[in-house]
């Protein structure tokens, strides 16, 4: 509800926004800091939690959520934070759970994934801002040549997308599984 988002913000100013994904674990709180590392062992009371939190790239505009807007998350042997993202390595799955859904206090904000890959930290996919159009339209457009899965989902320069990245492969120290989707 409203009242639980605008608690949570009261808790804590790093409190941005509710991400939910039907038929998984994802169901979570995302806060976002000055740097990358803050909440990697961190809750929301920015206390000690192995799991960490769901929190944004710093460098995101979180109130606007424009460009590539970037969710980091462990992917936790328990199955809790981002480990269910491994569902949408499952083609039926992919094609049966369209969406992420964001909640604000101000907002519910529908995203359609248009992507599923897995890669590595080598392929810089974590950019957040372009120098131009055309730059940024054949950044996001490559995800979508990257996925797994085919998507009729149309991307253009002003599509604004968000990404969801989690460690994967375990044998890969810098294995990553990234799912995209666009607002």
């Keep these: ?37 803050f909440y990697l062992h961190k809750n ?4 000690y939690f192995k799991a960490g939190s769901l929190f944004m790239d710093f460098r995101n505009n979180a109130e606007e959520m424009t460009g590539n807007t970037i ?10 934070m981002f480990y269910d993202l491994k569902k949408f390595l499952e083609k039926d799955f992919f094609e049966s759970h369209p969406y992420i859904y964001t909640y604000s206090p101000d907002e519910v904000t529908v995203w359609q994934i248009f992507s599923v890959r897995t890669t590595t930290t080598d392929e810089y996919y974590i950019k957040t801002a372009s120098s131009s159009d055309e730059q940024y339209y054949n950044f996001i457009e490559d995800f979508k040549l990257k996925s797994l899965y085919a998507s009729d989902v149309i991307l253009t320069a002003e ?14 120290s810098n294995g990553r599984l990234v799912v995209h989707a666009v607002k």
């Design 1 to 37: 509800s409203r009242q639980t988002l605008e608690d949570l913000k009261a808790k804590n100013p790093d409190f941005k926004l509710w991400l939910y994904i039907e038929d998984t674990n994802i169901n979570y709180y995302v806060l976002q800091s000055t740097d990358n590392d």
């Design 44 to 47: 929301i009371n920015k206390k």
């Design 71 to 80: 969710i980091y998350g462990h992917n936790m042997h328990d199955q809790s």
């Design 159 to 172: 599509s604004d997308i968000l990404t969801l990245t989690t460690c994967h492969k375990y044998d890969v």
